[in-house]
């Protein structure tokens, strides 16, 4: 048996979840997995570790897109060239849209069961 040892669950997210800047309106990666204090990205496009960027993507839970405020902690090249993973924490996000996430993440681990 695997020990989480994150700070907050998270959940693995199965659908392709386009993740946009912003400030440009562009698609900059997919959504890797969320929880609420921070998402791992799979990025097209080149991004600077310890930088900081607004993302907004919707969930599937039929509810309004989520808009974040992220750091950018770490990255790591991915497979495929040009793409790396990322890994965010949020700095800003609403306590609705962190409430929402919450839920989110503990319905997929309810549905896991």
Known sequence: MI???RRA???NVAQSTPVLDTMT???VGHLGNLSESGMLLLAGTELHEDALYQFRFQLDD???PLSVGVHLLWLGAANTPGQSWCGFRFLSIAD????R?????EAGQTAAH
């Open 25 to 27: 309106d562009t698609v």
């Open 96 to 99: 609705s849209e962190r409430m």
């Open 3 to 5: 020990n989480e040892s």
């Open 62 to 64: 039929g509810g309004p």
């Open 101 to 105: 996430i919450r839920a989110w993440v």
């Open 9 to 11: 669950p998270r959940r």
